[in-house]
Structure formats: C-alpha cells, structure tokens
C-alpha cells in the first residue's frame, strides 16, 4: 500500500468500513510509515474535537481538511534540491 492509497481509504479505515484483509494492509503501512501515522493520528483528533465540540464536517470542509493533509504528505516526501 502507499500513502496515497491509504489517503483514498483513510476515513473509511477511520470509521471501521473496510474489510479485515484491508485493514491489515493498511495496519501494516502504517507500522513503517511515520507520514501517515502523523496523518491518522491528526485526523483522528479532529474528529474528536469536531466530536467535542458538536459538530460536523461538512463535505466541504472535510473535502479541504483532506486535501491539505495530503498536500503536507507529499511536501515532506518530495526531495530537496
């Protein structure tokens, strides 16, 4: 799996909806990428706050929250020159 894939399948992984074959793929991406464990880890604490505080992302924002996260992944991928 990549990180990309994983981005595609983080929310459904977040809410538990895909299958337990899937779900070990993505365990074990996660196991030796500190990229997408910065990115779950950090998605799941907004949703705990938005949780908190009462309220929803809507497709929008979560649209922006999700491009922004990937945006940051692939910054920190890309090579310096």
């Known amino acids: 799996m ?3 894939e994983l981005l595609v399948y983080l929310s459904d992984y977040i809410d538990r909806d895909l299958n337990d ?3 070990q ?3 074990d991406h996660l196991a ?3 990229h997408c464990q910065v990115v779950l880890n950090t998605t799941q604490r907004v949703v705990a706050l938005g949780h908190n505080e009462q309220r929803k992302l809507d ?3 979560r649209a922006l929250l999700f491009d922004r996260l990937h945006s940051t992944l692939v910054a920190r991928e ?3 020159a």
Request: charged share 20%.
């Open 78 to 80: 890309t090579p310096k």
């Open 59 to 61: 497709a929008g924002h």
């Open 25 to 27: 793929v993505a365990r």
């Open 32 to 34: 030796t990428c500190q």
């Open 2 to 4: 990549t990180c990309d």
């Open 21 to 23: 074959e899937f779900v």
